[in-house]
């Protein structure tokens, strides 16, 4: 069993920077890989990023050069800065941790709100 505790959001304004920590409890957290959601008001939860095991970063198009995933395994956290924020980036950002071996798992972290003010 894995519990994600996601931090950092807040409110920001237009061009501005916030970096979002997740903690993860429990085991083998390197075997995982790990991923923001968000979900604006009104809208479908999507993938915002994600870091492999191996470390291999993919983005959304729209976060592309703006947002950085990484991870540090040994205090089991995953991050995402972003940077160069735009009001379209408002949502609540989940962190989720997914394991596609035997047997396979999937967490979610309770969200946290991240507002960006023009």
């Known amino acids: 069993q894995v519990q994600l505790v996601e931090s950092g959001g807040g409110l920001v304004q237009a061009g501005g920077s916030l970096r979002l920590s997740c903690v993860a409890s429990?085991?083998?957290?390197?075997?995982?890989?790990m991923h923001w959601y968000r979900q604006a008001p009104g809208k479908q939860r999507e993938l915002v990023a994600t870091i492999t095991s191996a470390d291999i970063a993919n983005y959304t198009d729209s976060v592309k050069g703006r947002f950085t995933i990484s991870r540090d395994n040994p205090k089991k956290t995953v991050y995402l800065q972003m940077n160069s924020l735009k009001p379209e980036d408002t949502a609540v950002y989940y962190c989720?941790?997914?394991?596609?071996?035997?047997?396979?798992?999937?967490?979610w972290g309770h969200g946290t709100q991240v507002t960006v003010s023009s």
């Open positions: 429990g085991s083998a957290f390197s075997i995982y890989a």
């Open positions: 989720n941790a997914y394991r596609d071996t035997w047997p396979l798992a999937n967490y």
